[in-house]
Structures are given as structure tokens and as C-alpha cells.
């Protein structure tokens, strides 16, 4: 299984970036996909994740201004980011908890991250 992000990049206080993590590989259903993130010498975090069924849960501070959504079909996840702020810049992980069949346990994979950057 391969988690592959993409989207990162620099943007300007303020500004706006759409993140997506997308699954391939051995898959037979995907139950949850995350985005977390670390900054230089910070613990990862999690940011916001979404459940199968849509569910949501985000960190306090990202509320109101980060959406996580999911493209089940595609086994993809996008994490809108809004009103992005230099607190915000950061390596972002997706991660996903997948099961392989139908009779197999689940696991978590996680991606190689892919760098966010706000700054004027």
C-alpha cells in the first residue's frame, strides 16, 4: 500500500492550499484516513480525520478554517486548507487505517509527508 500526498508548497499569510493523499495498492476497504503534522522540533499532531461513514473530528486549531473530505470511491482524502496562518507551516502526513481483505485485521499506513510552508 502506498499513500502518496501532494499539494504542499509556499503560500502567503492568509492564503489558501488544498492537500490530497491518495491510496493505491493492495486495498479492500479504507475505515479512516488522517492528516497530521510536525513541525521542526514539535511533536506530530493530528490535524483533522475523517471516518468511512464521513465522520469528522479537527485539532482546535484548525477549526474553521481547515476542511478534511474523502473520495471513497477514489480512496483519497483532501485536507482544504483556508486563512492559513505561519503557525500552519509544517511537514503534513496522511495516514490511513485499511484493511487488506475481508478477513484480515487492520492496519495503518502513512504517508511521506509533504511540506506546507506560510510566509510573506
Known amino acids: 500500500v502506498q499513500l502518496v500526498e501532494s499539494g504542499g508548497g509556499l503560500v502567503q499569510p492568509g492564503g489558501s492550499l488544498r492537500l490530497s493523499c491518495a491510496a493505491s495498492?493492495?486495498?479492500?476497504?479504507?475505515?479512516?484516513m488522517g492528516w497530521y503534522r510536525q513541525a521542526p522540533g514539535k511533536q506530530r499532531e493530528l490535524v483533522a480525520g475523517?471516518?468511512?461513514?464521513?465522520?469528522?473530528n479537527y485539532a482546535d486549531s484548525v477549526k474553521g478554517r481547515f476542511t478534511i473530505s474523502r473520495d471513497n470511491a477514489k480512496n483519497t482524502a483532501y485536507l482544504q486548507m483556508n486563512s492559513l496562518k505561519p503557525e500552519d507551516t509544517a511537514v503534513y502526513y496522511c495516514?490511513?487505517?485499511?484493511?487488506?481483505?475481508?478477513?484480515?485485521?487492520?492496519?495503518?499506513?502513512w504517508g511521506q509527508g509533504t511540506q506546507v510552508t506560510v510566509s510573506s
Open positions: 475523517i471516518t468511512i461513514g464521513g465522520n469528522t
Open positions: 495516514n490511513a487505517e485499511l484493511s487488506h481483505t475481508a478477513v484480515t485485521g487492520r492496519y495503518t499506513y
Open positions: 495498492g493492495s486495498i479492500f476497504r479504507i475505515y479512516a
